[in-house]
């Protein structure tokens, strides 16, 4: 699926050059957060077309579908973001039905957020031998969301990361089948000993700087020791080499006014509310962190959609070339994973934990038992590596384009 999404964008890039016409199908929020990207990429759109919107938008003429009738192949690309897989269906019948070929006239480009992660690949540079510049790219753009005028990030550490998932549990509300964290399949759901995981972060954190510090479980809001843990969190020695932190939560439970306000206590913080359909608290937690003035993100189907990974139990025998195309264009390559003292490139730590793939002791940085003298380079080598990670080849990655699967089920 990755190879048709970089066709996709290749022939867009081929049209325009040789003079085509780039149109948008759809004019509504992803049609417009679609134009603003092509724009960065100094790619020209010619109009957009839309069945309902008869006004300019944009600043660009809007049509009917029928315009598409009168063109030929190879003088235009249609690049579809209407948001919804059933809605891309039926206009690429339509299309098909007309002579039209997907990725030679037309694509689907999805919802906003997908192409937001695809940008990430667009921008920073696909380069498996330079993997240090492109996480400090990365880290760079999420420190720009939290403050947009700064034009670096200000550390003395050799190791910068960009995102990393803090696994404070493997106990949930909920069982979903396609979990990123395969957190159903934990052999032995456990809360992680507050002390135990804190001291794990900060010494990770005397080594290395961490834009984001992601708490997930599991659901957090379910760890007896929440409270615990941001007092903790609050004193450690390193804190300062931390961005700003997220909790993760799937709003089937209300915290107190007391815990949130103790997480507040570790200053740039933001609740990251996942909607599903049994988020039940989900407003009622909008609600306390507005009172407390905590900032929230919400993400759900059309701004985070989950992806299909494939059998993580079946090896792909991949070439040592494929290994490195899936891993750089990989969305999970840029959460790195804190699991139980163990710092993991990806989500895959728990199937190399239980057991669901062959151990791989390569595959990870035992930061709890790596003695002081030895951890900076291990941290620096394993982040930055140029080893193959042989999890990858259980994987069929996460990215734009691959199939989308219902999330919270």
Avoid at 232 to 248: A, E, P
Avoid at 339 to 366: I, K, M, T
Wanted: hydrophobic share 35%; aromatic share 10%; net charge negative.
């Amino acid at each position: 699926m990755i190879e048709k999404t970089i066709t996709a964008y290749k022939r867009v890039e081929e049209i325009h050059s040789a003079g085509g016409k780039i149109i948008i199908r759809g004019a509504g929020e992803y049609g417009q957060h679609l134009l603003h990207d092509l724009k960065k990429l100094n790619i020209q759109v010619s109009c957009f077309i839309d069945q309902n919107v008869t006004e300019s938008v944009c600043g660009l003429d809007v049509y009917r579908p029928q315009l598409i009738d009168g063109l030929k192949s190879g003088t235009f690309f249609c690049c579809i973001a209407l948001g919804s897989s059933a809605a891309y269906i039926s206009v690429r019948n339509e299309l098909e039905k007309n002579g039209f070929q997907e990725c030679v006239d037309f694509a689907d480009f999805g919802v906003w957020a997908d192409y937001r992660m695809y940008r990430h690949f667009m921008e920073i540079p696909v380069v498996y031998d330079d993997l240090q510049q492109r996480e400090y790219l990365y880290a760079l753009k999420m420190h720009q969301e939290t403050f947009p005028t700064s034009k670096s990030i200000q550390t003395n550490m050799k190791t910068i990361i960009g995102l990393l998932n803090f696994i404070a549990t493997t106990r949930c509300s909920l069982r979903c089948k396609h979990c990123m964290e395969m957190i159903p399949y934990a052999k032995t759901p456990t809360h992680f000993d507050a002390h135990e995981i804190v001291s794990d972060l900060d010494k990770l954190l005397s080594v290395s700087y961490i834009e984001r510090v992601a708490i997930i479980g599991g659901e957090p809001f379910l760890h007896p020791q929440l409270g615990l843990l941001f007092d903790l969190l609050s004193k450690m020695r390193n804190i300062n080499n931390v961005g700003d932190f997220w909790i993760v939560s799937n709003g089937t439970l209300l915290p107190s006014e007391e815990i949130l306000t103790r997480y507040k206590q570790l200053a740039l913080v933001t609740v990251h509310l996942s909607k599903y359909d049994k988020s039940r608290y989900l407003e009622d937690i909008v609600c306390l962190c507005k009172k407390l003035n905590i900032p929230v993100y919400i993400s759900n189907e059309d701004n985070a959609p989950w992806r299909d990974r494939g059998d993580i139990s079946q090896k792909r025998n991949r070439t040592e070339a494929e290994l490195k195309h899936l891993y750089i264009t990989c969305g999970s390559s840029f959460c790195k994973n804190l699991y139980n003292g163990r710092l993991y490139p990806c989500s895959l730590s728990l199937a190399n934990e239980d057991g669901y793939v062959p151990f791989d002791a390569s595959a990870f940085v035992d930061i709890r038992n790596t003695g002081n003298d030895l951890l900076e380079t291990k941290v620096n080598d394993f982040i930055y590596k140029k080893d193959i990670l042989s999890l990858c080849d259980y994987c069929d990655g996460y990215y734009y384009g691959a199939k989308v699967v219902a999330r919270g089920e």
